[in-house]
């Protein structure tokens, strides 16, 4: 499982309501027994994010979602080589010790909840931007340009 130093219950600050929301959206989608479980998706999935976006979109995706996601996505340094969609879902799993099934139903509820936050142009930028495999944990078809 993903762990992380929690700070104190007395010295933790509120989440913001536009968080709250996320957190619910991605507990609703993942069909997760507790906030806590949504949360840890969401952090695991954000920081993957984070290590592929570069440039205006990851700028601008930092825009579009609540404060605290958008801490989680621009605290990683940006990878030299992005990893294609399968990859990303593989290097999840590996991070967090969870089978490839459930690291792949993580990841589409916290994209889910992402694309409800941002504009279908940013998104269309963003997988313009990324290598082949991401279209379909956005809940896009992968089309490819005809030969």
Do not use: N
């Not at 309501?17 to 997760?32: D, F, I, N, P, S």
């Not at 479980?37 to 440039?55: C, D, F, K, M, P």
């Not at 940006?78 to 792949?104: C, E, I, M, N």
């Amino acid at each position: 499982m993903i762990t992380d130093v929690r700070v104190p219950l007395e010295h933790q600050q509120p989440y913001s309501t536009a968080y709250e929301q996320m957190l619910e959206k991605v507990r609703y989608e993942g069909a997760y027994p507790t906030r806590e479980r949504a949360e840890e998706a969401v952090r695991l999935v954000l920081s993957g994010l984070g290590r592929q976006l570069t440039g205006d979109e990851r700028v601008d995706m930092a825009r579009c979602l609540p404060r605290e996601a958008a801490r989680v996505l621009t605290a990683q340094i940006p990878d030299p080589q992005p990893l294609t969609g399968w990859a990303f879902v593989k290097d999840l799993a590996a991070r967090s010790g969870a089978s490839l099934a459930t690291t792949r139903w993580d990841t589409g509820s916290v994209f889910a909840a992402v694309t409800a936050h941002t504009d279908s142009d940013l998104i269309t930028r963003i997988l313009h931007q990324l290598p082949a495999g991401y279209a379909l944990l956005f809940g896009r078809a992968e089309l490819t340009p005809a030969a």
